[in-house]
Each structure stands twice: as C-alpha cells, then as structure tokens.
C-alpha cells in the first residue's frame, strides 16, 4: 500500500490539473469585455469527488485487480453448439437473417427503419474501405472523397441530364472507381503514414472544389430537389410528376408515405447484400489473396512475381467503387447534399468503423457501422453531452477490444492430439 | 364470412382503443423545436429554442390553445444535413405535426422535403436562403427576411449614399455569406459599381494577413462582407493592425455583440443590415423582462421570430380550431398576424410579405443605431 | 523596391508568421511519430486547450489587478505549458499506453475519438461562443513608400519568430546534447534495444508526449495573444495543417517539421497574395501530394529501410 502511496498522490494531482483551470474556471464574455468566473460550489464539488476517486483507486488498484481475478470469468463457450453443430447451422442462420432484414420494416416505425437506411449507408462504406485499409493494408483517409463524387454524380446527372437513381448507380460505382485509379496511380508507391496524408489531402482537395466550383456543383448551396428511386418506373410520391405512375395508383391502394422508407431501405438492402456478396467473391479469387499476401508481406510478393501496383490499384478502385454506390443512394436519400456532408469527420467515422470491427473481419465492419450509427441517436436523450460521450466511448471500446469486435478469422484446421 | 365478420369486428374494436389513446393524450399538443443542440453553431439553435420555449409557456399560462397545452419537444440535428433528415423522420415518426425550425438552411432544405410530403407544417425562424421557398411548398413558412432582401437593402444603400470607388466583396463561402455577396455584387454591378475583388475565406480561418495586404494593394475603400462575426471580427481586427482603413459593412450574421469582443475598436462604425432589433421595441418591454428572470439573453437574431412563429401557428389554431397543418396554411396564407416582431403577413410561397431589415450603424460597445435614411 | 517586390515582402512576412506557429505545433507531431510511429490526432486539441489555460490565466491575472506585461506573460506561459503537458501527458497514459505493441491503426482511432472527446470535453466547459480579449501587444514597425505600397510588421509577428527560434534551437540543443535528448534519439531508433540498455523507454514516450504538448502550448499562447479568439473548435484546423506541415518536411525529423510549417505558411500566404484566397488550401494539399511524389518521405525525412 506504501509503495502505491505516491503514483496515486501522482495521478490525484493529474487530475487536479487536468480539471482545476478547465472546469473550475470559466470564461465569461459580457459584451466586449472578458471576465473570468469561479465555478459554482458543486462544480468544485465535483472536481474534488474526481480527484478522491482517482486517488482512491489508484491507490487500493492492486488489491480491487486480485479482487477481479478472484471472480471467475464466465466461460460461454460451452453454451455454443460444437463446430459441426454450428456449420450446419449457419446457412440456416443466414437465411433467417435476409428473411428478417426484409420482413422487419414493415413491423417498426418509420424513425427505426430510416435510421435503418442511414445504418446500411455505412455499412457499404465499412465494407468498401475494408477492402482498402483491412484487406490490402492502405491507409485511407480520404475515403469520404469518393463517396462524395458516387454522391455528385447522381446529383448532376439527374439535375442536368434527368437521369433516374437506377442509370446513374452503375454511372456513380464507375466514375467514383475511375476517380480512386486516377488519385491512386501516383501516391500507391507512397509508403504507410504517408499515403494517408496523401489521401486526406485529396478528401479535402476534392471538398473545396466542390463548394468552390458554384457555377456546377451550386457550391455551398448544394444541389436540391433530387430523384428518389422509382420501382420500374413507379413513383412513391403523393402525386406523380409527368407522364408516370405512382405505386400506390398502380396498386390501387391508399397512399403511404412509410412505403417511400421502407422502399428506400429495401434498396438500400439490396445494395448491401450485393456488396457483401461481391466482395466475398473477389476476396476468394487470386486478387484478393494477393491484396493479404501484400499487407503481410510486400517483398516476399514482389519475388513472387506479383506487381504491387497493380494490386495495391485494384483494391483502391474497388474500395471507390463501393464508395460511389453508397454516394449515389445517399444523394437519393437526402434529396439534397452539399459539400459539408463530405468533412473528414466522415472519413474518420467510417475509418473507424472499420477498425472497430477488426480490420479484415466483414460480419464485423456491420457489427461495428450499427454500433456507430445507433450509437449516436441511442445517446440523443443526452443531449448535449451527446458527442461527448460518443469520443468517450470510441476510446473505452478500442481499449477494451483493440483487435476489433470480430477480429478476422482464417479458416484454419486443427490437428487433435489425444 | 363468420371469419370476415370477427376480422372487422376486432377492426373496430381496435379503432375505438386507438380513438380512446389519442383522446387521452389529446390534451396536449406537441410541438417540435429541429435545431442544433451540439455542434459550431449551437449558440445559434439555443436562441431558436429560448424563443419558442418562452412563447409556449407563455400560451400555456394564458390557458394554451383550444383547450389542449402546447408541449416544446427539442430535437437535434447538429445542423448536419444527414442528421436533419432522421430528426425530420423521427419527428414524422413521433406524431408530431407542427415544427419550428431547423436552423441552418443547409438542414432546412432536406427536411422541408420530408415535412411537405407528410404533412407536416415547419416554420423555421432562422434559416434565410431563397431556394427553401422556391419549390412552392404548401407547408414550410419562415417568419424571418429572406437573404436576398438583405443583400437588396445593402446594395441600394451602398450605391445610394456610399458610392465606392473601389469596393471588394468578401465572403466565407456558405451558404448564406456567398449567396448575399453575390446578390449584391450583381446589384452593384448593374448599376455600374463594379467588385474590384469578389473572393472567399475559409470559415474556421484566424489569419487574414494575406487577405488584408492585398485589399490595402487594391486601394480598396469599401469591403462588403457576407458571413459571420466570428471571421469579420478577425478582419476588422487585423485591418485595424494592419493600417488598413477601408469602411466595412456586413449581414445580420455580424451583427452580435462577440464582435465587439473581437473587432474592438475596429468596430465603430461598420455597417450592418439587421432585423429590427425587437428587444428594443416598447412593446416587447416585458417579454425582455421574462427572459432576463429566467437569465437568458433575448437580444439574438432569432429569438423573436421563433417566439413568433408559435405565435402565429396558435393564432390560426385559435381561429380555426383545428390543428391539421394544411388549414392552418390555408388561414396563415390569407390573414395577417399582430407578434412581437410586428404585424405580418405571409405570402403564397410561405415567405413574410414585407421585409424586417434595417440598415444599421455598429458601435465599439456592441450596440447599435439605425441609419437615418 | 518596386510595388510588387514590397507586396511579396509583406506576403512573405505574413506567410512566415503562419508557418513558425505550424512549426511549433508540428513539432509534436513529429516526435510522437519518430518514437512510436503513431499520428496523434488529439495534438491539435492540446493546442487548444493552451490557448484556453493562457486566455483564463492573463484575463485571470487582468482582473485580479496585475498590471506588469511580463509578469502576466511569463504566469500565462508557465500555466499554459504546465496544464498542456499534463494534457498531452494523460492522453498518452490513457489512450495510447494500454494500446502499445499492438497493431498501429488502433492508437489512430483511439486519438479521433481523445480528440472528438476533448473538443466536446472544452465546449461543455467553457461555452462554444467566440471569445476574444483585447490586445496586450499592439503596434509595429511600418517601411516602404506610403505612395507606393507599405509594408508593416507587427510587435507580435517579431515575438512570434523570435520565440519560435529561441524554442526549436532550445528543443534542437536538448535533443543534441542532453541525457534525455540521448535517450529520445535511442528510443527512436530501436526501441527494444534502448529498453535493454536500462533505459525506461515508457518515461522517454512519456516525456515525448509532454514536450511536444509543451510546444503546442507555446504556439496557443502566442497565437491566442495574435488573434486574440479561441473557441473549442481551433484544435482541429491548426492540427490538420501543422500535421501536413510535418509530412512535408519529413515526418519524424524535427528539422523537417521546421521546415515544413515555414513552406506551408509561405505558400498559402502567397496563394491567397496571387489567386482567390478559398483555394488556399488546395493549393497547400497540392503542393504536399507534389513534393511526397517527387520525395516519397518528405523533404528531410530519411528513407525507410525496408525489413523483411
């Protein structure tokens, strides 16, 4: 105990400077002048309360970590089913799992399911980057610039040309896949830390060209007023514009607007099990064996015959692909975007995502998009603690898992010795 | 048959509990306040919700409309476009038919979508970018000027009375800061007063060094800028240092009494066109009073207009005694209203029929006096 | 000096300022980056927080009654490091320690989330309005032809340079010369090894962390005292760019972090002397895309050594 007496008087006076000046003392503004403000008596309080925990706790940590170790830690792994059991199950499981996905929002509330949408929105970001930075290893940090070009595509398309969602999908996957082997030819020789500042410059180049850019993009203003996708041609709106058809008038049935949301997330669906499929596919053919063999091992690839290059091009256009899918259904979601959607911030969020689901790891990366949009909105009752707590959580969660949420698995056999 | 018999029985059943719910919680009325409570700009949304809060505790002291009590309930959206659009579901989602809000044209335009198509009617009492009205909503009003009628009332003044020689047109590339500089570099412009410099600055910015030498290269003599105080504030303040004494003038986004704080005495002087300043009014005398008891400052932007808002959504309540938001459009259209920011009226895209702007002269001290015209 | 040489000159003057405060800031970029190889995303929050413990502490002093410039300097100067430090100090003990030795994309999320955290952390605190307070250090020293085009440097601007020399050559000297300084250059080279040696590696990180959180906290007052605006949201930009600072001069290399706030503020003042001043930035990016292109780890950073 004497010999915990000093780090924890150490981390109780941390503690007092970490609080004294910042939240004891608040500055206060009165027209032109500025004056300073002793906090109130429970402020105070409450720093002392801080300082004594820390203390406290710093001071009897060896005893409360024996304390821990004494509790037994519950083993669940004897209520899983054995692997066999479980291989059979899975199929099973999955299918359960689509057939709830589509059954579902017709059971919830219209908030739940467009918060639904948003969620499988990053989902295909998660995905898409996870193909960049947990497959091939390429540290992205500019990802966000791809989805805003999937995002722009649809915009002016549908603004200047009066394309429909479903032609500029395909037009938004392309241009944004064309974009990320434009940007990435140059920097892949570029190493680690380096190709991320790289990336980041390119995500902030592209969004001040896009607010700049009035004449086009509207800049600041955004584009307005854009196409929602259409079921072959039926509208989900009140009325239908010109020379088409609403669903509801087409069904003869009574006009919802919950259709227009549960279409929207159907879609959104679609697109997400597209995108899982695809990348499962393509993470099994030699190009995606080569985006690992590359992350582990970049020499041992090149003497191996492989062009890194090519592969490390490859996976960036794939990741912008996926990027300007997702872009293009959030313009249709929105109805309206401008360039503040598209900040870093968002670039870091879906970074994020994908290292909190452990890189590589798919079931993960939407473990982890679900946890950092619900998340959020779940905290929404705390107002404006809101934010604060959604930094504090993303430390305490990498702390507590730093190999992700479901770290990647590779199919391996175990040889029995009994 | 039978089956079908019991199906609409239970139908019927099911309808009458329900009637039975909505009649039980009938006596209050919800009202959704959509404005950042986190973020930049939460400064912003905190003078949206103290305004419309006042006024619904008012309405309710004074017995509430047609016998139900109003009840505020605070969304978020960070004014984040993205957040906008679920808080506009989520409200959809609450049943909550009639909104004050958002703040930031940004939000407003993709939640005004959602409102319109549901029903829903929003009055947003800060948000002043043209496009939001122009789609010929039936259901979106805002009981504050429009950003073009702003930047009318400055360029008329600067070609009337100030007749720059060499003007500059300065902006932070928003939403709002550019689309007042252009208004009024193009008003400008016909009228023979030509921008020898229209550009932007970086919102968020703090150092202006490079702007400032080059508008004292210019030999500017007039700078109109479209923004905020929190980046006017900083140019004032290095001109001042800089030894460049150009005359300024700005939108109501300056207009706030942190410039004071950063402009000092750079900021005697500067122009501004703003809403009449409605706690200074006689008649708003006593709401001042209440929001000073309650220690909030009523002197922002946007507090009255909010506090009108509500003002006029339960006047038409009041009138029809109805809440479906389309009659209530139908009444807000056809009449005028008595508030705390004078008499209004609205025209049919939603937009208050005569504009609230003055033009106005700043002092160091953070007050201000209108400019006799 | 013709029009145009004098306008240079004062661009050049500007653009200097700007970059010996990115300097200052990169700086702790930099060292965290050659010791451990991590970004540390919550570095510009440090630098913000500086900039609020120097503001509490002069206006603090002002109101209690002291008038004396350079006491109410030196108090605000020791405050403002001494919270900082401790700031950079907790952040490293908190957020990075437990993660050490694992994968190094961990420490990055874990330092968006310190600083999203810190950001709000300060808002909460303190407000998230403007605050500003009037000029300590006013005046300056104008030349050149009025008639022609005049150039003036302000008191400030020459505090700025002068105590950002007299930082980066104290900071070059400990480095070079000191125990310490032996230890961080050991630590950066081979870090198993330097544990071998006896040397406690955690307190050299720690004492990285503490160092560069120092620096930052100089750069908030100065610039606190320039601008004379904080509000919490300060951090991130000044970080965003004092980071690219850092990679353009070469990361890891305190000469090159140096360097690389010197260019990055010369040309953004120069861009926004010669072209619209929104494309400042693009052209500040693009000159950091060009020059790792043609230099893939920055100008002064040493190439790495590739380890089978």
Not at chain 1, 298 to 311: F, M
Not at chain 2, 65 to 90: F, H, S, W
Not at chain 2, 297 to 325: L, N, R
Request: net charge negative; aromatic share 10%; hydrophobic share 50%.
């Amino acid at each position: 105990m004497q010999r915990a007496l000093f780090p924890a008087l150490f981390a109780a006076g941390v503690t007092f400077l970490l609080t004294c000046l910042v939240i004891g003392v608040r500055l206060e503004q009165e027209g032109p002048t500025l004056t300073v403000v002793g906090a109130d008596a429970s402020t105070w309080g409450w720093i002392a309360f801080a300082v004594v925990v820390v203390f406290l706790f710093q001071l009897f940590q060896g005893p409360i970590s024996r304390l821990k170790q004494r509790i037994p830690s519950a083993d669940a792994t004897g209520l899983l089913p054995g692997e066999q059991m479980r291989n059979r199950l899975k199929p099973w499981l999955f299918s359960l799992i689509i057939v709830g996905l589509f059954v579902w929002p017709f059971m919830v509330s219209r908030g739940a399911v467009d918060l639904a949408t948003l969620t499988l929105i990053y989902v295909m970001l998660g995905l898409g980057l996870n193909i960049v930075v947990g497959f091939a290893g390429l540290l992205d940090l500019g990802y966000v610039a791809f989805y805003a070009v999937g995002a722009y595509t649809y915009a002016l398309l549908s603004e200047y040309f009066g394309l429909s969602f479903w032609a500029c999908l395909p037009i938004a996957g392309l241009l944004a896949a064309t974009f990320g082997c434009i940007l990435g030819f140059p920097v892949l020789r570029l190493r680690g830390d380096y190709l991320a500042i790289v990336t980041l410059g390119f995500g902030e180049i592209i969004r001040i060209l896009l607010n700049n850019w009035t004449s086009v993009t509207g800049g600041p203003n955004g584009i307005g007023g854009i196409d929602k996708p259409s079921l072959f041609g039926l509208e989900f709106s009140r009325r239908a514009s010109e020379g088409s058809q609403t669903f509801h008038e087409f069904f003869g049935i009574d006009y919802d607007s919950s259709h227009k949301v549960i279409f929207l997330y159907l879609v959104a669906v679609l697109l997400v099990l597209l995108t899982i499929y695809v990348i499962n596919r393509v993470q099994r053919m030699p190009i995606g064996r080569a985006w690992e063999a590359l992350r582990e091992d970049d020499i041992a690839c090149r003497s191996l015959g492989l062009n890194p290059t090519v592969i490390k091009l490859s996976a960036f256009t794939m990741g912008a692909s996926f990027a300007g899918f997702a872009g293009c259904f959030f313009a249709a979601r929105q109805g309206f975007i401008s360039p503040e959607s598209f900040t870093f911030i968002e670039s870091a969020i879906i970074l994020a995502i994908v290292v909190l689901g452990g890189m590589g790891s798919q079931f993960g990366v939407i473990l982890a998009a679900i946890a950092m949009t619900i998340l959020p909105e779940l905290a929404r009752e705390f107002q404006e603690y809101r934010m604060l707590m959604f930094g504090g959580v993303m430390v305490l969660m990498m702390l507590w898992r730093p190999q992700g949420l479901l770290p990647m698995k590779r199919p391996h056999l175990e040889l029995k010795t009994s | 048959m039978t089956k079908k018999a019991t199906f609409g029985k239970t139908l019927v059943a099911a309808g009458t509990l329900m009637a039975a719910i909505t009649a039980a919680h009938a006596d209050t009325l919800k009202i959704g306040i959509a404005g950042p409570v986190t973020g930049p700009v939460a400064q912003y949304g905190d003078m949206q919700k103290i305004g419309a809060m006042m006024a619904i505790d008012k309405i309710n002291e004074a017995g509430g409309v047609n016998g139900m009590t109003l009840e505020g309930v605070i969304y978020d959206d960070a004014c984040d476009p993205k957040q906008a659009v679920a808080v506009a579901n989520r409200i959809v989602n609450d049943d909550i038919r009639h909104v004050i809000g958002h703040l930031c044209s940004s939000s407003t335009e993709p939640a005004s979508d959602i409102y319109e198509e549901e029903g829903v009617m929003m009055i947003t009492a800060a948000s002043t970018s043209p496009s939001i009205t122009e789609k010929g909503y039936e259901l979106i009003f805002r009981t504050i000027g429009l950003d073009s009628l702003q930047g009318t009332l400055a360029a008329d003044y600067i070609k009337d009375k100030i007749k720059p020689q060499r003007l500059a047109v300065i902006h932070d590339k928003q939403q709002y800061g550019e689309g007042l500089a252009t208004t009024v570099k193009e008003i400008l412009g016909d009228a023979g007063i030509e921008s020898v410099m229209f550009e932007g600055v970086t919102p968020g910015d703090k150092d202006f060094s490079a702007l400032i030498a080059k508008l004292k290269r210019n030999n500017i003599d007039f700078v109109y800028y479209g923004g905020y105080h929190p980046e006017l504030g900083l140019i004032l303040r290095q001109s001042r240092e800089k030894g460049f004494d150009a005359a300024f003038m700005g939108p109501e986004g300056v207009v706030n009494s942190d410039l004071a704080a950063i402009a000092g005495d750079a900021m005697e002087g500067v122009l501004a066109t703003a809403p009449k300043s409605f706690d200074q009014s006689p008649e708003n005398a006593a709401l001042v009073e209440a929001f000073k008891e309650r220690n909030e400052d009523p002197s922002g932007p946007f507090v009255f207009p909010a506090y009108s808002a509500i003002q006029v959504m339960t006047e038409a309540m009041d009138a029809t005694g109805k809440t479906d938001p389309f009659e209530l459009a139908e009444h807000l259209r056809a009449n005028r209203f008595d508030t705390t920011i004078g008499e209004i009226g609205f025209d049919a895209k939603g937009d208050l029929t005569e504009p609230t702007f003055e033009i106005y002269t700043l002092h160091a001290d953070g007050s201000k006096t209108p400019v006799s015209k | 000096m013709t029009e145009t040489s004098l306008y240079v000159l004062q661009q050049l003057i500007n653009g200097l300022t700007i970059g010996s405060t990115y300097a200052l800031i990169a700086i702790g970029y930099t060292m965290v980056y050659g010791i451990i190889g991590m970004i540390n995303f919550a570095h510009g929050e440090v630098y913000m927080i500086g900039t609020y413990t120097a503001f509490i502490t002069i206006i603090g002093l002002l109101t209690m009654g002291v008038g004396s410039l350079p006491i109410i300097l030196l108090l605000a100067l020791m405050t403002a490091v001494i919270i900082s430090s401790t700031y950079g100090y907790a952040i490293e003990r908190v957020a990075y320690r437990p993660l050490r030795g694992g994968p190094r994309l961990i420490p990055l999320i874990t330092a968006i989330g310190m600083s999203i955290f810190l950001q709000n952390y300060i808002r909460l605190a303190q407000g998230s309005r403007d605050l500003a307070m009037p000029a300590l250090i006013s005046g300056g020293i104008e030349f050149g032809d009025p008639a022609v085009f005049e150039v003036s440097i302000s008191w400030m601007q020459l505090i700025i340079w002068v105590v950002t020399f007299i930082s980066m050559t104290a900071l070059a000297l400990f480095i070079s010369r000191s125990r310490l300084g032996r230890a961080c250059r050991a630590c950066a080279q081979d870090r198993g090894m330097t544990n071998l040696l006896g040397i406690d590696t955690n307190r050299i990180i720690a004492l990285t962390f503490i160092i560069g959180a120092a620096l930052a906290a100089v750069a908030g007052l100065l610039l606190g005292l320039y601008y004379g605006t904080i509000n919490p949201y300060i951090g991130f930009m000044a970080g965003l760019k004092a980071f690219t600072a850092a990679v353009l001069g070469g990361i890891g290399s305190i000469p090159g972090a140096m360097l690389g706030g010197l260019i990055l503020g010369v040309t953004e003042a120069l861009t926004a002397a010669f072209f619209p001043s929104e494309y400042k930035d693009v052209v500040a990016f693009s000159l950091l895309v060009l020059i790792l292109l043609f230099r893939p780890t920055g100008l002064l950073g040493k190439p790495e050594v590739e380890k089978v």
